[in-house]
């Protein structure tokens, strides 16, 4: 079963999005602070999925999304905010976060934006599908399928799930140009629901974790008015 933890202060909203992720066949755990999310996350407890809330009382929810990221590359992490600023949304996406909600939202799009992300991130264990094997080779690059990890001259650069899909995607179109929708698509899934600058604060990302200068990327190109294309 997939497990949510579900950070929320309010209580009442927490319990409506705990509630419709257990009909739906998640196992939820709640906390209504950040220090207690904090007591009851270790990379052991194998969250596939975090929701937190940013307005919090004590330590916030980018504060807290940063630690989790810090703890677990594999974890899928939305942000629920009450705030409509497009700052507090590229903030929170540029601190490790996969997605972004904001409150009120309903239930069909929790749902949906969830669901979406457990995909994403879908461990490979037990049941499931076999990991693939093997490395996909692009120049000084390597995308280790089964560790889910990028070499860059054999040396390790953790990757979220997200970045991860974008890399495969790249290393798999090499010298195209691919279209922002199409990475939205094949990367976010079909149904989703945000906005496709989405793609660009992940490859804002990537390029500070991949390019010898972000500000003057040689892999990860812009194509100006369509997408980006990789250049080994
Ligand atoms: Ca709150």
Redesign the pocket.
Same mark, same amino acid.
């Given at each position: 079963m997939r497990k949510i933890l579900v950070v &929320? @202060? &309010?209580d009442a909203i927490r319990e409506v999005i705990a509630l419709n992720l257990r009909n739906a066949g998640y196992d939820v755990t709640e906390a209504a602070s950040a220090e207690q999310a904090l007591a009851v996350f270790s990379p052991a407890a194998c969250f596939d999925v975090a929701l937190l @809330?940013?307005?919090?009382p004590g330590m916030n929810g980018f504060s807290l999304c940063e630690s989790l990221r810090r703890d677990s590359a594999t974890i899928g992490i939305i942000m629920l905010s009450?705030k409509t600023l497009e700052s507090d949304k590229i903030r929170g996406l540029s601190i490790g976060a996969d997605d972004y909600m904001t409150k009120p939202f309903s239930v069909s799009e929790l749902l949906a934006r969830v669901g979406a992300l457990v995909r994403r991130v879908g461990r490979q264990d037990a049941a499931d599908t076999p990991a693939p094997e093997g490395r996909i080779l692009s120049g000084a690059f390597a995308l280790d399928l089964k560790s889910r990890m990028l070499y860059k001259d054999d040396r390790p650069i953790d990757l979220t799930q997200v970045e991860f899909q974008i890399m495969e995607l790249f290393f798999t179109s090499p010298g195209a140009a691919v279209a922002r929708d199409k990475i939205l698509e094949r990367v976010w899934g079909e149904k989703y629901f945000g906005d496709v600058k989405i793609v660009d604060v992940n490859i804002r990302r990537l390029r500070m974790k991949i390019e010898d200068e972000p500000s003057a990327p040689r892999h990860i190109v812009t194509v100006w008015g369509y997408g980006y294309r990789w250049n080994a």
């Amino acid at each position: 079963m997939r497990k949510i933890l579900v950070v &929320e @202060d &309010e209580d009442a909203i927490r319990e409506v999005i705990a509630l419709n992720l257990r009909n739906a066949g998640y196992d939820v755990t709640e906390a209504a602070s950040a220090e207690q999310a904090l007591a009851v996350f270790s990379p052991a407890a194998c969250f596939d999925v975090a929701l937190l @809330d940013i307005m919090l009382p004590g330590m916030n929810g980018f504060s807290l999304c940063e630690s989790l990221r810090r703890d677990s590359a594999t974890i899928g992490i939305i942000m629920l905010s009450a705030k409509t600023l497009e700052s507090d949304k590229i903030r929170g996406l540029s601190i490790g976060a996969d997605d972004y909600m904001t409150k009120p939202f309903s239930v069909s799009e929790l749902l949906a934006r969830v669901g979406a992300l457990v995909r994403r991130v879908g461990r490979q264990d037990a049941a499931d599908t076999p990991a693939p094997e093997g490395r996909i080779l692009s120049g000084a690059f390597a995308l280790d399928l089964k560790s889910r990890m990028l070499y860059k001259d054999d040396r390790p650069i953790d990757l979220t799930q997200v970045e991860f899909q974008i890399m495969e995607l790249f290393f798999t179109s090499p010298g195209a140009a691919v279209a922002r929708d199409k990475i939205l698509e094949r990367v976010w899934g079909e149904k989703y629901f945000g906005d496709v600058k989405i793609v660009d604060v992940n490859i804002r990302r990537l390029r500070m974790k991949i390019e010898d200068e972000p500000s003057a990327p040689r892999h990860i190109v812009t194509v100006w008015g369509y997408g980006y294309r990789w250049n080994a």
